[in-house]
């Protein structure tokens, strides 16, 4: 019903002239961000193997802001260039983070019963495209968005957003490397990290991971200009709807932030 919703509303806006979005390409990353996880699902499935699964969720987060980069011939636009960086920057990093975890710990905990029903297995895979799709969604928009890709230009909010992206970005690097250190030590074997980052949050790495609010706020607030000038514009009975959508847009990226 989620992914149907979200179908729904997609299609409700690029009806809308006040979404001056080129939903062509938008559709085409949501269908081939689920269409990647269930072609790679097939051989996970076959090896009862989860070593890929978050290198293949790495790829797609590349794969497709690549795609939507070039589609929308974004590269006109400096604040698309600095969104599409930002996630691929992540991306990078963090797939081969996760990766390199994976190869040398031989498996994942998370996944041991998981693995025991192949439709459990599947759904885990198919809700990794809707996580790539739904967090990487402001910078799909923005790259589709007629108005932010060529009619405003960077301001104090784009500023504010890409530095919320670079602390939350920082914060997780950080603190992936501290747990690597502390894990390393055998002394440490069976407790759990109370120092660094550590001794403020129980999982500061993942407040800024996925989805992380720090990054999510930073993209929604860059993207946010050129939604809100449309926004104010909206014919009646738009206005209502509008609203509906910035507050569930803020409640998106900050519900978590503080929790």
């Not at 928009?141 to 909010?157: H, M, S, T």
């Not at 490397?177 to 069976?190: E, L, T, V």
């Not at 403020?200 to 993209?219: I, Q, T």
Request: hydrophobic content about 50%; aromatic content about 14%; overall charge positive.
């Amino acid at each position: 019903p989620f992914v149907v919703g979200i179908a729904a509303a997609m299609s409700y806006a690029a009806d809308l002239d006040s979404f001056p979005v080129e939903w062509g390409a938008v559709w085409t990353v949501a269908v081939v961000s689920f269409v990647i996880q269930w072609i790679a699902f097939i051989p996970a499935a076959i090896y009862d193997t989860e070593h890929y699964f978050d290198l293949t969720g790495s790829l797609t987060y590349i794969s497709l802001t690549i795609y939507s980069f070039v589609a929308n011939s974004a590269w006109k636009s400096i604040r698309s260039i600095v969104l599409c960086s930002m996630v691929l920057v992540w991306a990078m990093r963090l797939g081969s983070f996760l990766f390199g975890r994976i190869k040398k710990a031989g498996s994942d905990d998370r996944f041991i019963d998981i693995k025991k029903s192949k439709v459990r297995f599947f759904n885990v895979w198919s809700i990794q495209g809707l996580w790539v799709l739904l967090t990487a969604l402001p910078v799909f928009a923005a790259n589709a968005n007629v108005v932010a890709r060529d009619v405003v230009p960077l301001g104090v909010l784009d500023i504010i957003g890409f530095t919320t992206w670079v602390i939350g970005f920082g914060i997780e690097v950080i603190s992936d490397k501290q747990k690597s250190w502390f894990n390393a030590d055998p002394k440490n074997k069976g407790h759990w990290i109370d120092v660094g980052l550590w001794k403020f949050s129980r999982h500061p790495n993942c407040e800024c991971r996925r989805p992380s609010p720090p990054r999510r706020l930073g993209l929604a607030v860059s993207v946010s200009p050129s939604w809100l000038r449309r926004l104010s514009n909206a014919p009646r009975p738009y206005p209502l709807l509008s609203t509906r959508i910035l507050k569930t847009s803020v409640r998106w990226c900050c519900g978590w932030a503080f929790f």
